[in-house]
């Protein structure tokens, strides 16, 4: 029989807590000569680039960046590098993997692994701890009494630094226990309840079986998560990533690993967990922050989110990008031979529409097209005005003229007769002479200030964020909304828009700065946006002689490529810019942030999933046309209102067939679709025990929940507390005070985090709430409140909430499963204390 001791006998516990302490420390001592090894490689390294040679270069890079990253590893393991122990019944014994025997460990026993942050191995490479993602330590997280795996107990250490403090132990097998010591009290609620610090903590040493299933779900297709508040879906998420990384480092360390999340506030939440789990590597964003040079901070009203985010703006945007740019001239006019010829707005639009269609998209890159297509037209013009007879005519006086113009576009020179090699002299016509007189004409007007600078205003290289700003011009927007958006949605866009990004926009629509506000949904306009006009201009090698040569080349810059032609001695200041536009166009490549190459990667973590718009999921689909996916959803917590063209956007991100184009030409460009891939591998899993809430605070959830989403299943809470949540019923105007009142007097019974969480609004408000109060306060409307938790929380008039959008209940749903211990709620309603309370 087992000597169960659970709480009883200091003694025992405190012998078993010293016999650990031992092998503890020899797993540190191991440690020490490692880190020592790791410095000693690095050395190594850096003396062998003494010896100079090319090889030895490489080999020495090679060299110090394995050992740095070793070393870096190894780091990670100095607080609670052993987390976990392992007796299995005899005869269960894996080669290479039971720790040498100590005092804890008798001969007569069983196999005995011990599980920690980082695997260590003796000199003689016998495993002293393994790494918690290697599959000798699967046991650890999978054994249960109903299939104990051949494990009799699984034990807990609990550290503080190198120092365990306690213990916990489960019997997986008391039939096989004989004289195992079983020590418990109950540690591993106990660490459910600790304190929240303000950031995510790992959870390595307690994942529970359901929650490694997740972890160690097959890297390939798609890995789909779903479970109520506080079932650990994001943690579980971060801990595939380093389990991904450990297992399949070659394959998602190169391309990388990417995790999304709601806002920023969220990702600085999380962003310590994947480096106390030893993992640097992976790409942490907030779905504001996914494309570069911009920051969308801020959450549209439902009504806006709902329009903005989608799948009719792929279509409005498209129509955007092609639409005559702001500004652009409405004629065309060059004078050539004295004949002044003219294009005007018709015809103009008529090429543009021309252009676009037989460019598909990557609007910027067919600027070159368009300057071909208006010098056709324009000699087309010139033909029909009896041009070149004229030209022909005057041809003899001028003919040293044209053949000055003819040999620098390295064409034949035309003879007396105005053709060349003895042709007919011919006035537009198919011939060698027609040709060359065209050949001409194109030259000389090329050259054209008149021509270039139109070019240049009438096909801009446009950026994201113009073509969204131009869209705060009603008319403007009307034009590209077809029939996808009606008057009420081009109003409330275009004043949205032109509120938060035109360049006189009043204060409340940009930053004290001057900068756009933009939104999370904007974002990813300006992404789709960005596919639609192609590659940004980058500069190019081009030799200055090739610049000098070339008439597109304008102060430096191709006017048909926007690309400036690299030339080591132009300088900008020397040349006069003769356009102000160019100047313009100069400068916004750097004010705007261009949008840089667009990364992608092999894996993708999407968390709180239910909330991205169609849009954002082209977004992201852009980002992992090849990547494998983890993506944690709870349907219930959904802000989004059209959950059926989200799901559908999503089946198309993650099938590879996501929307908009791409920067390397591999494949698609400008949202044309493909055909469809086939359907890739997919793991869905639920979690279902809830490790955040205490079960009073998750009972009032769940009543939210049945109103939200009925028939709907609330996670089991694990967690008795004793503390009743309380709903106060008092006058709104009185909401404020109370607010407050109600953090001072929980400042005084918690020592972590409160989040005091009000209804989408007034920033003002939000400020005055939070005057005075320390960090651990946070005053956050209820969207900022995704995915966060809180030890206390405060929800202020329950009732706006839900009714301030059509999903109003399941937003409420999100904020009153946010604490972990106090709950208080202030409503104007007697109606929603009842419900909330059940009486
Ligand atoms: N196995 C575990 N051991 C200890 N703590 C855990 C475990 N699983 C989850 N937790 C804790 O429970 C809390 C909730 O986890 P998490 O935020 O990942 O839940 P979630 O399902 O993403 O919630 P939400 O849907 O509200 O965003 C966190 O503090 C997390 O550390």
């Known amino acids: 029989m087992s ?23 020899l797993a540190y001592a191991r440690l020490e000569e490692m880190r020592a090894e790791a410095q000693a490689m690095i050395r190594e390294g850096y003396r062998q680039s003494l010896a100079g040679t090319k090889s030895s270069l490489v080999d020495r890079d090679a060299m110090v960046h394995q050992a740095a990253m070793r070393a870096k590893a190894l780091d990670v393991a100095d607080d609670g590098l052993v987390f976990g122990r392992l007796d299995l019944a005899p005869g269960t014994a894996a080669p290479g993997t039971s720790a040498p025997e100590t005092a804890a460990t008798p001969s007569t026993r069983g196999e005995v692994r011990y599980i920690g942050r980082i695997g260590v191995r003796t000199p003689d490479h ?16 999978r054994a249960t009494p109903e299939d104990p795996r051949g494990v009799i107990r699984r034990r807990v250490l609990h550290s503080r630094g190198h120092t365990v403090v306690d213990l916990e132990d489960d019997l997986l097998d008391p039939s096989a226990a004989d004289d195992l010591t079983v020590i418990g009290d109950g540690a591993f609620l106990a660490s459910l309840a600790r304190t929240r610090e303000g950031a995510m903590r790992d959870i390595v040493a307690t ?13 390939d297709g798609t890995v789909l998560v779903r479970g109520a508040p506080g079932t650990g879906k994001t943690a579980v998420a971060l801990h595939r990533v380093a389990y991904l990384l450990f297992r399949h480092r070659r394959r998602f360390g190169s391309r990388g690993v990417l995790v999304v999340g709601p806002n920023r506030r969220f990702t600085a939440y999380i962003e310590r967990v994947l480096p106390s789990l030893g993992e640097g590597s992976a790409t942490l964003r907030s779905l504001g922050d996914l494309v570069d040079g911009v920051a969308g901070t801020v959450h ?24 005559q740019a702001p500004g652009a001239p409405d004629e065309l006019r060059v004078v050539h031979k004295g004949v002044v010829v003219r294009l005007d707005r018709a015809r103009l639009d008529k090429i543009r529409n021309e252009v676009h269609r037989r460019s598909r998209g990557s609007v910027n890159t067919a600027r070159a097209r368009a300057a071909e297509a208006l010098l056709d037209a324009l000699w087309a013009a010139f033909s029909d005005l009896g041009g070149p007879e ?22 034949e020179a035309l003879d007396d007769s105005g053709g060349t090699g003895g042709a007919a002299p011919a006035a537009g016509g198919s011939n060698g002479g027609g040709d060359a007189m065209r050949a001409g004409f194109l030259a000389r007007v090329r050259e054209q200030r008149e021509f270039t600078d139109f070019l240049v205003s009438w096909w801009p290289i446009r950026r994201p964020l113009d073509v969204l700003r131009s869209l705060g011009d009603a008319g403007r927007l009307r034009r590209a909304a077809g029939r996808d958006l009606d008057r009420d949605a081009v109003r409330l866009l275009a004043d949205a828009w032109s509120r938060a990004l035109s360049s006189d926009a009043s204060p409340s629509g940009t930053s004290p700065s001057g900068t756009p ?75 705007d942030g261009v949008v840089e190459e667009r990364p992608e990667y092999a894996h993708i973590v999407v968390d709180e999933a239910q909330d991205l718009s169609p849009m954002q999921w ?43 184009g791409s920067r390397n030409g591999r494949s698609r460009r400008g949202g044309r679709s493909r055909k469809p891939s086939p359907r890739r591998a997919r793991h869905e899993y639920e979690l279902t025990t809830n490790y955040r809430n205490s079960t009073e605070i998750a009972a009032v959830a769940s009543r939210v929940l049945a109103l939200a989403l009925p028939g709907a299943r609330p996670a089991r809470a694990v967690r008795e507390s004793g503390i009743d949540p309380v709903v106060r019923v008092l006058p709104e105007r009185d909401h404020e ?92 309603d007697p109606g929603w204390h009842d419900t909330l309370t059940a009486g």
């Open 300 to 323: 549209d009203s439902p009504e806006l989110a709902r329009l903005k985010g989608a799948e009719a703006m792929t279509r409005v945007l498209r129509r955007a990008v092609t639409d």
């Open 618 to 660: 082209r977004m992201l689909g852009r980002r992992g046309r090849q990547a494998s996916w983890t993506v944690v959803e709870d349907p219930a917590q959904s802000a989004w209102e059209d959950l059926g063209s989200a799901r559908e956007a999503m089946e198309q991100a993650l099938g590879g067939t996501g929307g908009g």
């Open 737 to 828: 005070e109370a607010a407050r009142a109600a953090v001072t007097e929980l400042l005084e019974r918690v020592e972590g985090t409160i989040g005091l969480i009000v209804p989408i609004g007034d920033p003002a408000v939000r400020e005055r709430l939070a005057a005075g109060f320390p960090e651990r306060v946070q005053v956050l409307d209820v969207l900022e409140a995704k995915g966060l938790e809180f030890d206390a929380a405060v929800i202020v008039a329950p009732e706006t909430v839900a009714a301030q959008s059509p999903r109003g209940l399941r937003v409420l749903y999100v904020a009153v499963s946010r604490a972990t211990q106090h709950l208080t709620v202030l409503t104007a």
């Open 126 to 141: 016998d495993s002293l701890v393994i790494d918690w993602r290697a599959p000798a330590a699967e046991d650890f997280y």
């Open 3 to 25: 000597s169960q001791v659970k709480g009883r006998t200091a003694t025992v516990k405190d012998r078993e807590i010293a016999s650990e302490q031992r092998y503890v420390d």
């Open 207 to 219: 994942i529970q079986r359901e929650q490694d299933e997740v972890i160690r779900a097959p890297a």
């Open 390 to 411: 004229a030209a022909a005519a005057s041809a003899e006086g001028d003919l040293g003229l044209w053949n000055a113009l003819l040999a620098a576009d390295g064409l």
């Open 517 to 591: 506000v933009l939104s999370y949904q904007d974002i990813a306009l300006l992404d789709e946006i960005d596919a639609l006009l192609g590659p940004p201009p980058r500069p190019s090698r081009r030799r200055r002689a090739a610049a000098e040569d070339d008439p597109f080349v304008v102060d430096g810059v191709n006017i048909l490529t926007g690309e400036e032609a690299a030339d080591e001695t132009w300088q900008p200041e020397m040349q006069e810019l003769t356009s102000s536009i160019e100047r313009l166009e100069r400068s916004r490549r750097v004010d």
